[in-house]
Protein backbone atom coordinates (compact mmCIF):
# COMPACT_ATOMS: atom_id res chain seq x y z
CA UNK A 1 0.00 0.00 0.00
CA UNK A 2 1.95 3.24 -1.08
CA UNK A 3 1.29 6.14 1.44
CA UNK A 4 1.44 9.71 1.27
CA UNK A 5 2.98 12.16 3.87
CA UNK A 6 1.90 15.64 4.01
CA UNK A 7 4.17 17.52 6.50
CA UNK A 8 6.96 15.34 5.73
CA UNK A 9 9.73 18.18 6.63
CA UNK A 10 8.24 19.66 9.64
CA UNK A 11 9.41 19.05 13.53
CA UNK A 12 6.62 16.11 13.45
CA UNK A 13 6.59 15.01 10.69
CA UNK A 14 10.02 14.40 9.98
CA UNK A 15 9.76 11.70 12.84
CA UNK A 16 6.88 10.32 11.18
CA UNK A 17 8.45 9.60 8.38
CA UNK A 18 11.21 8.04 9.57
CA UNK A 19 8.65 5.47 11.34
CA UNK A 20 6.57 5.39 8.35
CA UNK A 21 9.71 3.87 6.94
CA UNK A 22 10.43 1.29 9.14
CA UNK A 23 7.43 -0.35 7.45
CA UNK A 24 7.16 0.67 4.03
CA UNK A 25 9.66 0.37 0.84
CA UNK A 26 8.30 3.48 -0.17
CA UNK A 27 6.51 6.79 0.20
CA UNK A 28 4.89 9.87 -1.60
CA UNK A 29 6.18 13.27 -0.17
CA UNK A 30 3.37 15.64 -0.64
CA UNK A 31 6.01 18.91 0.14
CA UNK A 32 5.43 22.06 -0.09
CA UNK A 33 6.11 23.68 -3.45
CA UNK A 34 8.07 26.90 -3.47
CA UNK A 35 9.88 26.03 0.39
CA UNK A 36 12.82 24.59 -0.54
CA UNK A 37 14.18 20.96 -1.44
CA UNK A 38 12.45 18.69 0.67
CA UNK A 39 14.53 15.75 -0.24
CA UNK A 40 17.69 17.65 0.07
CA UNK A 41 16.27 18.55 3.83
CA UNK A 42 14.66 15.01 4.41
CA UNK A 43 18.00 13.70 4.11
CA UNK A 44 19.88 16.24 6.22
CA UNK A 45 17.51 15.20 9.20
CA UNK A 46 18.61 12.01 8.94
CA UNK A 47 22.36 12.83 8.79
CA UNK A 48 22.03 15.14 11.75
CA UNK A 49 20.60 12.34 13.64
CA UNK A 50 23.22 9.58 12.71
CA UNK A 51 21.56 7.34 10.12
CA UNK A 52 23.66 5.29 8.53
CA UNK A 53 24.81 6.37 4.88
CA UNK A 54 23.80 3.30 2.86
CA UNK A 55 20.17 4.35 4.61
CA UNK A 56 20.37 8.19 3.28
CA UNK A 57 21.72 6.48 -0.03
CA UNK A 58 18.63 5.04 -0.58
CA UNK A 59 15.97 7.56 0.22
CA UNK A 60 16.18 9.04 -3.19
CA UNK A 61 14.59 5.92 -4.35
CA UNK A 62 12.25 5.36 -2.03
CA UNK A 63 10.40 8.45 -1.75
CA UNK A 64 8.50 10.27 -4.25
CA UNK A 65 8.21 14.00 -3.92
CA UNK A 66 5.12 15.56 -5.13
CA UNK A 67 5.39 19.37 -4.77
CA UNK A 68 1.98 20.61 -3.70
CA UNK A 69 0.48 24.17 -2.04
CA UNK A 70 -2.32 22.90 0.55
CA UNK A 71 -3.84 26.23 0.76
CA UNK A 72 -4.69 25.37 -3.06
CA UNK A 73 -7.42 24.22 -4.74
CA UNK A 74 -6.53 19.98 -5.49
CA UNK A 75 -3.01 21.44 -4.01
CA UNK A 76 -2.35 23.56 -6.44
CA UNK A 77 -2.32 20.19 -8.99
CA UNK A 78 -3.20 19.89 -12.27
CA UNK A 79 -6.60 18.05 -12.31
CA UNK A 80 -4.86 14.98 -14.26
CA UNK A 81 -2.19 15.13 -11.89
CA UNK A 82 -4.11 14.96 -8.91
CA UNK A 83 -6.50 12.44 -10.05
CA UNK A 84 -3.09 10.49 -10.41
CA UNK A 85 -1.70 11.20 -7.50
CA UNK A 86 -5.40 10.57 -5.73
CA UNK A 87 -5.50 6.77 -7.44
CA UNK A 88 -2.13 5.76 -6.66
CA UNK A 89 -1.90 6.03 -2.59
CA UNK A 90 -3.78 3.78 0.43
CA UNK A 91 -3.40 6.43 2.97
CA UNK A 92 -2.97 9.49 3.75
CA UNK A 93 -0.85 10.86 6.64
CA UNK A 94 -1.94 15.32 7.01
CA UNK A 95 1.09 16.65 9.46
CA UNK A 96 1.47 19.49 7.18
CA UNK A 97 0.10 22.88 9.02
CA UNK A 98 1.15 26.29 10.48
CA UNK A 99 1.60 25.91 13.93
CA UNK A 100 1.96 29.93 14.08
CA UNK A 101 0.70 30.89 17.36
CA UNK A 102 0.62 34.53 16.44
CA UNK A 103 -1.09 34.28 13.00
CA UNK A 104 -4.35 35.70 12.24
CA UNK A 105 -7.41 33.39 11.58
CA UNK A 106 -7.66 34.34 7.45
CA UNK A 107 -4.18 32.96 7.69
CA UNK A 108 -4.16 30.31 9.31
CA UNK A 109 -7.42 29.13 8.25
CA UNK A 110 -6.01 28.59 4.52
CA UNK A 111 -3.22 26.05 5.55
CA UNK A 112 -5.30 24.34 8.17
CA UNK A 113 -8.63 24.34 7.81
CA UNK A 114 -8.81 24.91 3.95
CA UNK A 115 -5.55 22.81 3.64
CA UNK A 116 -7.64 19.86 5.24
CA UNK A 117 -10.26 20.28 3.13
CA UNK A 118 -8.04 19.66 -0.13
CA UNK A 119 -6.67 16.85 1.50
CA UNK A 120 -9.69 15.19 2.16
CA UNK A 121 -10.51 15.48 -1.36
CA UNK A 122 -7.80 14.23 -2.37
CA UNK A 123 -8.53 10.70 -0.11
CA UNK A 124 -12.56 11.00 -1.53
CA UNK A 125 -10.95 10.99 -5.19
CA UNK A 126 -8.96 8.15 -4.84
CA UNK A 127 -10.63 4.87 -6.05
CA UNK A 128 -8.88 3.11 -3.51
CA UNK A 129 -10.24 4.75 -0.46
CA UNK A 130 -7.38 5.57 1.26
CA UNK A 131 -7.48 5.95 4.83
CA UNK A 132 -7.11 9.47 6.42
CA UNK A 133 -4.68 9.92 8.93
CA UNK A 134 -5.11 13.29 10.35
CA UNK A 135 -2.88 15.04 12.64
CA UNK A 136 -4.92 17.54 14.87
CA UNK A 137 -3.88 19.05 18.29
CA UNK A 138 -4.86 18.45 22.06
CA UNK A 139 -5.57 22.16 22.36
CA UNK A 140 -8.64 21.82 20.22
CA UNK A 141 -9.60 21.53 23.90
CA UNK A 142 -9.34 25.57 23.92
CA UNK A 143 -9.53 28.12 26.68
CA UNK A 144 -10.93 26.01 29.23
CA UNK A 145 -8.30 26.19 31.34
CA UNK A 146 -9.40 23.39 34.11
CA UNK A 147 -10.64 20.05 34.71
CA UNK A 148 -10.20 17.40 31.81
CA UNK A 149 -10.43 17.31 28.34
CA UNK A 150 -11.41 13.65 26.74
CA UNK A 151 -10.83 12.37 23.63
CA UNK A 152 -14.18 12.45 22.39
CA UNK A 153 -14.81 16.20 23.11
CA UNK A 154 -15.03 18.66 20.29
CA UNK A 155 -16.62 21.99 21.25
CA UNK A 156 -16.19 25.62 21.29
CA UNK A 157 -17.76 26.21 24.70
CA UNK A 158 -15.06 28.19 26.01
CA UNK A 159 -13.30 30.11 22.94
CA UNK A 160 -9.61 29.69 22.11
CA UNK A 161 -6.64 31.13 23.32
CA UNK A 162 -5.56 32.04 19.98
CA UNK A 163 -6.24 31.45 16.17
CA UNK A 164 -4.21 28.58 15.64
CA UNK A 165 -6.43 26.81 18.40
CA UNK A 166 -9.52 27.57 16.61
CA UNK A 167 -8.24 26.41 13.61
CA UNK A 168 -6.93 23.39 14.13
CA UNK A 169 -10.52 22.46 16.22
CA UNK A 170 -12.30 23.41 12.68
CA UNK A 171 -10.07 21.25 10.55
CA UNK A 172 -11.38 18.28 12.80
CA UNK A 173 -15.23 19.43 12.18
CA UNK A 174 -14.44 18.92 8.40
CA UNK A 175 -12.73 15.86 9.02
CA UNK A 176 -16.46 15.02 10.77
CA UNK A 177 -17.93 15.78 8.13
CA UNK A 178 -16.10 13.97 6.00
CA UNK A 179 -16.50 10.77 7.55
CA UNK A 180 -19.81 11.27 7.81
CA UNK A 181 -20.52 12.25 4.28
CA UNK A 182 -18.45 9.76 2.59
CA UNK A 183 -18.89 6.74 5.29
CA UNK A 184 -14.87 6.46 5.74
CA UNK A 185 -13.16 6.17 8.83
CA UNK A 186 -10.58 8.56 9.37
CA UNK A 187 -8.22 8.80 12.47
CA UNK A 188 -7.77 12.02 14.42
CA UNK A 189 -4.34 11.99 16.31
CA UNK A 190 -3.75 15.40 19.08
CA UNK A 191 -0.56 15.31 20.33
CA UNK A 192 0.22 17.86 23.42
CA UNK A 193 2.85 20.19 22.94
CA UNK A 194 6.39 18.36 20.96
CA UNK A 195 9.52 18.16 22.29
CA UNK A 196 12.72 16.96 21.84
CA UNK A 197 16.47 17.34 23.76
CA UNK A 198 17.94 17.21 19.98
CA UNK A 199 20.08 20.83 20.13
CA UNK A 200 18.92 22.90 17.83
CA UNK A 201 20.77 22.63 14.23
CA UNK A 202 20.63 24.87 11.26
CA UNK A 203 19.46 22.33 9.13
CA UNK A 204 16.38 21.12 11.38
CA UNK A 205 13.03 22.84 11.91
CA UNK A 206 12.63 24.76 14.99
CA UNK A 207 11.51 23.42 18.42
CA UNK A 208 7.82 25.02 18.62
CA UNK A 209 9.21 26.52 22.06
CA UNK A 210 11.65 28.31 20.55
CA UNK A 211 8.98 31.07 19.39
CA UNK A 212 8.43 31.72 23.04
CA UNK A 213 12.16 31.90 23.41
CA UNK A 214 12.45 34.52 20.82
CA UNK A 215 9.44 36.48 21.53
CA UNK A 216 10.61 37.03 25.15
CA UNK A 217 13.95 38.27 23.28
CA UNK A 218 12.52 40.78 21.33
CA UNK A 219 10.50 42.03 23.89
CA UNK A 220 13.50 42.94 25.92
CA UNK A 221 15.25 44.19 23.35
CA UNK A 222 12.23 46.68 21.85
CA UNK A 223 11.74 47.97 25.74
CA UNK A 224 15.82 48.64 25.74
CA UNK A 225 16.98 50.68 28.95
CA UNK A 226 13.03 51.72 29.39
CA UNK A 227 12.01 47.80 30.08
CA UNK A 228 11.95 47.69 33.65
CA UNK A 229 9.07 50.64 33.59
CA UNK A 230 10.42 51.05 37.57
CA UNK A 231 8.74 47.80 38.34
CA UNK A 232 9.97 47.01 42.09
CA UNK A 233 9.11 43.76 44.05
CA UNK A 234 5.96 45.30 46.05
CA UNK A 235 4.50 46.71 42.99
CA UNK A 236 0.58 46.15 42.94
CA UNK A 237 -0.43 43.04 41.35
CA UNK A 238 2.98 40.86 42.36
CA UNK A 239 2.58 38.38 44.76
CA UNK A 240 5.59 38.18 47.73
CA UNK A 241 7.96 35.72 46.92
CA UNK A 242 11.60 34.72 46.63
CA UNK A 243 12.62 37.71 44.06
CA UNK A 244 14.10 36.57 40.89
CA UNK A 245 14.56 32.82 40.75
CA UNK A 246 16.61 32.60 37.85
CA UNK A 247 20.01 32.35 37.70
CA UNK A 248 22.67 34.35 36.00
CA UNK A 249 23.83 33.91 33.05
CA UNK A 250 27.66 34.96 32.05
CA UNK A 251 27.54 39.07 31.41
CA UNK A 252 24.58 39.24 33.12
CA UNK A 253 24.26 40.55 36.89
CA UNK A 254 21.23 40.27 38.48
CA UNK A 255 20.49 44.06 38.02
CA UNK A 256 20.36 43.73 34.55
CA UNK A 257 18.42 40.73 34.56
CA UNK A 258 14.19 43.24 33.88
CA UNK A 259 11.61 41.45 35.93
CA UNK A 260 8.47 40.58 34.17
CA UNK A 261 5.04 40.05 35.14
CA UNK A 262 3.00 36.89 33.91
CA UNK A 263 -0.75 35.79 34.45
CA UNK A 264 -0.45 32.33 35.63
CA UNK A 265 -1.06 30.12 37.76
CA UNK A 266 1.16 28.70 40.15
CA UNK A 267 -0.03 25.30 40.36
CA UNK A 268 -0.52 25.58 36.39
CA UNK A 269 0.77 22.31 33.95
CA UNK A 270 1.48 21.82 30.24
CA UNK A 271 1.42 18.77 28.54
CA UNK A 272 4.83 18.39 27.04
CA UNK A 273 5.66 14.51 24.89
CA UNK A 274 8.97 13.91 23.26
CA UNK A 275 8.38 13.90 19.77
CA UNK A 276 10.13 10.61 18.42
CA UNK A 277 7.84 8.90 21.23
CA UNK A 278 4.84 11.20 19.85
CA UNK A 279 5.96 10.05 15.78
CA UNK A 280 5.82 6.20 17.28
CA UNK A 281 2.58 6.35 19.23
CA UNK A 282 0.86 7.60 16.24
CA UNK A 283 1.81 5.07 13.54
CA UNK A 284 0.61 2.27 16.40
CA UNK A 285 -2.76 3.47 16.64
CA UNK A 286 -2.55 3.61 12.92
CA UNK A 287 -2.14 0.12 12.73
CA UNK A 288 -5.22 -0.68 15.20
CA UNK A 289 -8.31 -1.98 13.34
CA UNK A 290 -10.47 1.27 12.90
CA UNK A 291 -13.88 1.55 14.24
CA UNK A 292 -15.46 2.39 11.29
CA UNK A 293 -16.51 6.58 11.96
CA UNK A 294 -13.69 9.02 13.33
CA UNK A 295 -11.34 7.69 16.03
CA UNK A 296 -9.54 10.44 18.02
CA UNK A 297 -6.62 10.16 20.25
CA UNK A 298 -4.81 12.04 22.93
CA UNK A 299 -1.24 11.40 22.26
CA UNK A 300 -0.09 12.74 25.52
CA UNK A 301 2.25 12.54 27.88
CA UNK A 302 1.03 10.60 31.45
CA UNK A 303 2.64 13.31 33.49
CA UNK A 304 2.19 17.36 32.87
CA UNK A 305 4.95 19.23 33.59
CA UNK A 306 4.56 22.38 35.88
CA UNK A 307 4.40 25.25 34.32
CA UNK A 308 6.80 26.81 37.28
CA UNK A 309 9.40 24.66 35.38
CA UNK A 310 8.62 26.20 32.05
CA UNK A 311 9.09 29.58 33.49
CA UNK A 312 12.30 28.09 34.83
CA UNK A 313 13.48 27.03 31.30
CA UNK A 314 12.39 30.37 30.15
CA UNK A 315 14.95 32.34 32.49
CA UNK A 316 17.53 30.04 31.21
CA UNK A 317 17.22 31.20 27.69
CA UNK A 318 16.35 35.01 28.18
CA UNK A 319 17.96 37.10 31.11
CA UNK A 320 14.91 37.54 32.61
CA UNK A 321 12.94 37.12 36.05
CA UNK A 322 9.26 35.88 35.87
CA UNK A 323 6.99 36.43 38.19
CA UNK A 324 3.40 34.43 38.14
CA UNK A 325 0.84 36.85 39.02
CA UNK A 326 -2.71 36.22 39.51
CA UNK A 327 -3.98 38.78 37.73
CA UNK A 328 -2.75 41.50 34.52
CA UNK A 329 -1.36 44.34 36.72
CA UNK A 330 -3.14 47.79 36.66
CA UNK A 331 0.10 49.40 35.25
CA UNK A 332 2.11 47.30 32.70
CA UNK A 333 6.65 47.84 32.44
CA UNK A 334 7.54 48.94 28.83
CA UNK A 335 8.23 45.03 29.06
CA UNK A 336 5.34 43.89 29.91
CA UNK A 337 2.97 46.12 27.42
CA UNK A 338 5.40 44.62 24.36
CA UNK A 339 4.86 40.92 25.93
CA UNK A 340 1.23 42.25 25.91
CA UNK A 341 0.60 41.70 23.09
CA UNK A 342 0.90 37.80 22.62
CA UNK A 343 -1.88 36.55 24.75
CA UNK A 344 -2.73 33.60 22.87
CA UNK A 345 1.45 32.35 23.48
CA UNK A 346 1.57 33.74 27.28
CA UNK A 347 -2.23 32.06 28.29
CA UNK A 348 -0.76 28.93 28.77
CA UNK A 349 0.77 29.65 32.00
CA UNK A 350 -2.85 29.44 33.41
CA UNK A 351 -3.52 26.11 32.16
CA UNK A 352 -4.25 23.50 34.91
CA UNK A 353 -5.80 20.71 32.71
CA UNK A 354 -5.27 17.54 32.06
CA UNK A 355 -5.82 15.61 28.94
CA UNK A 356 -7.77 12.19 28.86
CA UNK A 357 -5.97 9.21 26.71
CA UNK A 358 -7.94 6.54 28.03
CA UNK A 359 -8.26 5.03 24.71
CA UNK A 360 -4.65 5.19 23.59
CA UNK A 361 -3.84 3.76 27.13
CA UNK A 362 -6.41 0.78 26.34
CA UNK A 363 -5.07 0.08 23.01
CA UNK A 364 -1.34 0.32 23.60
CA UNK A 365 -1.35 -0.36 27.45
CA UNK A 366 1.96 0.41 29.40
CA UNK A 367 3.77 0.64 26.07
CA UNK A 368 2.38 3.98 25.55
CA UNK A 369 3.41 5.85 28.18
CA UNK A 370 6.62 7.74 27.82
CA UNK A 371 9.94 8.74 30.02
CA UNK A 372 9.79 11.52 32.01
CA UNK A 373 10.31 15.38 30.60
CA UNK A 374 12.24 17.58 32.85
CA UNK A 375 14.24 20.67 32.90
CA UNK A 376 17.47 19.46 31.46
CA UNK A 377 15.53 17.24 28.60
CA UNK A 378 13.92 20.62 27.56
CA UNK A 379 17.30 22.85 27.97
CA UNK A 380 19.04 20.43 25.87
CA UNK A 381 16.82 21.03 23.22
CA UNK A 382 16.43 24.45 23.21
CA UNK A 383 19.97 26.07 24.46
CA UNK A 384 22.55 27.56 22.01
CA UNK A 385 25.41 25.06 23.14
CA UNK A 386 27.73 28.00 23.56
CA UNK A 387 25.93 29.34 26.45
CA UNK A 388 27.09 28.34 30.19
CA UNK A 389 24.78 25.64 31.72
CA UNK A 390 22.94 28.15 34.59
CA UNK A 391 22.41 26.41 37.95
CA UNK A 392 19.32 25.26 39.08
CA UNK A 393 16.34 27.71 39.13
CA UNK A 394 15.34 29.33 42.69
CA UNK A 395 11.94 28.50 43.36
CA UNK A 396 8.98 30.21 41.67
CA UNK A 397 6.75 32.24 43.05
CA UNK A 398 3.36 31.89 44.65
CA UNK A 399 0.51 33.90 42.74
CA UNK A 400 -3.55 32.97 43.99
CA UNK A 401 -5.23 31.17 41.79
CA UNK A 402 -8.02 32.62 39.06
CA UNK A 403 -10.91 30.83 37.94
CA UNK A 404 -11.28 30.63 34.19
CA UNK A 405 -13.72 29.27 32.16
CA UNK A 406 -13.49 25.66 33.50
N1 LIG B 1 4.85 21.04 17.02
C1 LIG B 1 3.99 20.84 18.00
O1 LIG B 1 4.30 21.05 19.17
C2 LIG B 1 2.62 20.33 17.66
C3 LIG B 1 1.77 20.02 18.73
C4 LIG B 1 0.50 19.53 18.46
C5 LIG B 1 0.10 19.37 17.16
N2 LIG B 1 0.95 19.68 16.14
C6 LIG B 1 0.46 19.49 14.76
O2 LIG B 1 1.40 18.66 14.11
C7 LIG B 1 1.44 18.99 12.73
C8 LIG B 1 2.88 19.16 12.32
O3 LIG B 1 3.45 20.19 13.07
P1 LIG B 1 5.02 20.46 13.01
O4 LIG B 1 5.47 20.74 14.38
O5 LIG B 1 5.68 19.40 12.24
O6 LIG B 1 5.05 21.84 12.20
P2 LIG B 1 6.23 22.48 11.35
O7 LIG B 1 7.57 22.03 11.84
O8 LIG B 1 5.97 23.93 11.27
O9 LIG B 1 6.03 21.83 9.91
C9 LIG B 1 4.93 22.17 9.11
C10 LIG B 1 4.96 21.35 7.86
O10 LIG B 1 3.85 21.72 7.04
C11 LIG B 1 4.35 22.09 5.73
N3 LIG B 1 3.50 23.14 5.16
C12 LIG B 1 3.22 24.33 5.73
N4 LIG B 1 2.43 25.05 4.90
C13 LIG B 1 2.20 24.28 3.82
C14 LIG B 1 1.47 24.46 2.61
N5 LIG B 1 0.78 25.61 2.36
N6 LIG B 1 1.44 23.46 1.71
C15 LIG B 1 2.12 22.30 1.94
N7 LIG B 1 2.84 22.06 3.05
C16 LIG B 1 2.88 23.05 3.98
C17 LIG B 1 5.76 22.57 5.97
O11 LIG B 1 6.52 22.51 4.79
P3 LIG B 1 7.79 23.52 4.62
O12 LIG B 1 8.66 23.29 5.81
O13 LIG B 1 8.45 23.07 3.37
O14 LIG B 1 7.22 24.89 4.54
C18 LIG B 1 6.22 21.56 7.02
O15 LIG B 1 6.58 20.35 6.41
C19 LIG B 1 0.58 20.24 12.54
O16 LIG B 1 -0.64 19.85 12.00
C20 LIG B 1 0.41 20.77 13.96
O17 LIG B 1 -0.82 21.43 14.10
C21 LIG B 1 2.20 20.15 16.36
Redesign the pocket.
Known amino acids: MQVAL????????LRLLRRLLDTHRSLTVL??TG??N?LHRITQFFEVTGAPAAFTAELPGRLRVVE????LPRLGLSERTFQELADGIGAIWH?????NLEGNLPELRR?NVE?TRHVLELAAASRLRPRVHH?S?AFVAGARREGVAYEDELEDVCGFENAYERS?YEAELLVHAWSREHGRPALILR????VTDLPPHPAL?SH?LLVIERVLREALRAAGPERDGGVSPSAPGSHPGPGPHGRVLRGHTPAARPRVRMVGHPHGRLNLLQVEHAAEVMVRLAGRTPSGGVDTYHVVHDRDVPVPTVVALLERLVPLSIELVADKPGTLSALEALLDFYPGMTAYLAHRRRFDDTRVRSRLGISAASAPVGLDYLWSGLAPHTLPLPGPPDPPAAASPTARCA
Open positions: TGATGFLGAHSGATDLASAGSITGVTKPSILPP
